[in-house]
């Protein structure tokens, strides 16, 4: 058995290194392990050195190592997509401060647009237009299939008349990747299209909302007579269903790295309190940190099993277990950290709590990851389906 990588895989790592020593800018790196981008920004969604520093990555082919140098990477394999994105996570650097672009419209287009369409994906990925998706409604996140923004199909364009709301980026973004029903008529996941907006379109308003912790990011956007011209339709009319499973497929197997890196770090800070308050002899305490940091270990050899299966060409079940494992583990960490607190655990204030509210704001921002993309109870049933061959629940 073979525990080390290759000497090709450790030049790889000695180069990702010596650039990184070189370039990461001090704002992008060691940041908090509750890394909600406009925390770590001071509150500004997009900052000018986070555009720089996602160009620069771009730029030197470290932006998505496993695509080719025109689209900002270096046809890297897929253990040293891993190492990279380990190497990341250990330093906490982010790529990106707005992943829409990069990781889900560039892998649709590239798969499902026009020429044309796929002219703007260096673009995305490279952060020079700013992306925003359009898929949750009022009455449609889980069941996305039920979105009701509706778009009149004529010869030349489409017309779209309808709200989506939990818009992240939809403040700063130059483009919407949105989904829109084309035929009411139609069985739901068959009367959906994928068009591009742009945001600057007349009839297009936009209302900021507030995270649950207080920062900004995600907004509703209402559509009123929204003209898009015909071309910017994404695929086939009608065949949007099959672009929202779009995403960064070769690197779907190693993106639990940052999850689990995360809470390494989120219970090294636990760790580091208890000392600081003087509760690391009590045993009850000592047992909680110890079943944390046991459950965060397990799941790193979990996501490093599932990922020896998939570059065995294997499917990898355990992957759809660590998003919901990781989010859910992050939950309990911060509460841990609030209760380790007492009566000012639960402050947010940064004059107050520990660590500028590090913990109470975590434990906010915490539940973001188990809404996002699905939620923990959405992955369940899909665990209990495609995994365990479960019938569907009544
Ligand atoms: C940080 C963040 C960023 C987001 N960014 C975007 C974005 O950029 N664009 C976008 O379009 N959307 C975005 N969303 C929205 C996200 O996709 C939805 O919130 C998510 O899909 C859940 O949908 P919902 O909020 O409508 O909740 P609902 O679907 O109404 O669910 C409410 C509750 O019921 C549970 N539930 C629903 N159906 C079932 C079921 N069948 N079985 C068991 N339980 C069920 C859910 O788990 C949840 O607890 C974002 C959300 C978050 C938190």
Not at 65 to 82: D, F, H, K, W
Not at 181 to 192: F, L, M, S
Not at 336 to 348: E, K, S
Request: glycine share 10%; with cysteine; charged share 25%.
């Amino acid at each position: 058995m073979q525990l080390a990588w290759s000497p090709e895989d450790e030049a790889f790592r000695a180069e990702l290194v010596a650039f990184l020593d070189e370039h990461v800018p001090p704002e992008a790196a060691g940041g908090f392990d509750y890394a909600d981008a406009a925390d770590r920004s001071g509150g500004e969604l997009l900052p000018d050195w986070a555009r720089a520093w996602q160009a620069t990555l771009f730029d030197h082919g470290w932006m998505i190592p496993g695509y080719p140098p025109e689209l900002g990477g270096r046809n890297c394999t897929p253990v040293q997509t891993l190492i990279y994105l380990e190497e990341m996570a250990s330093r906490r650097v982010l790529r990106s401060f707005h992943f829409p672009g990069y990781a889900i419209v560039a892998p649709s287009l590239l798969e499902f647009g026009t020429e044309a369409q796929r002219e703007i994906v260096p673009a995305a990925i490279r952060g020079d237009t700013v992306w925003c998706i359009g898929m949750s409604e009022p009455n449609a996140g889980s069941d996305l299939a039920g979105l009701q923004t509706r778009a009149e199909v004529h010869d030349d364009r489409f017309v779209i008349n309808g709200q989506k709301v939990w818009t992240s980026y939809a403040t700063i973004a130059q483009k919407c990747f949105c989904y829109v029903r084309t035929d009411p008529t139609a069985p739901k996941h068959r009367g959906i299209s994928t068009v591009i907006v742009d945001m600057d379109t007349p009839g297009i308003e936009i209302r900021p909302l507030r995270h649950l912790s207080g920062v900004g990011g995600f907004a509703e956007v209402f559509f009123t007579d929204v003209e898009v011209p015909r071309e910017n339709l994404v695929g086939e009319l009608n065949g949007g269903w099959r672009i929202t499973q779009g995403s960064l497929a070769h690197e779907r197997a190693g993106l639990w790295v940052d999850g689990v890196a995360r809470l390494e770090t989120t219970i090294e800070g636990l760790v580091d309190l208890a000392r600081r308050r003087g509760v690391d002899r009590d045993a009850t305490v000592r047992r909680r940190m110890a079943e944390l940091y046991e459950r965060a270990a397990s799941l790193r050899a979990l996501g490093y099993k599932g990922f020896a299966s998939f570059a065995q060409g294997s499917s990898a079940p355990e992957h759809s277990f660590m998003k919901m494992a990781t989010s859910e583990l992050s939950k309990e960490c911060f509460e841990a950290g609030m209760q380790l607190q007492g009566a000012y655990g639960a402050v947010v204030d940064p004059d107050r709590g520990e660590e500028q509210g590090r913990w109470a704001l975590g434990f906010l921002t915490s539940f973001a990851g188990t809404i996002a993309g699905g939620s923990a109870e959405i992955q369940r049933n899909i665990i209990a389906q495609r995994v365990l061959g479960l019938p569907r629940g009544t």
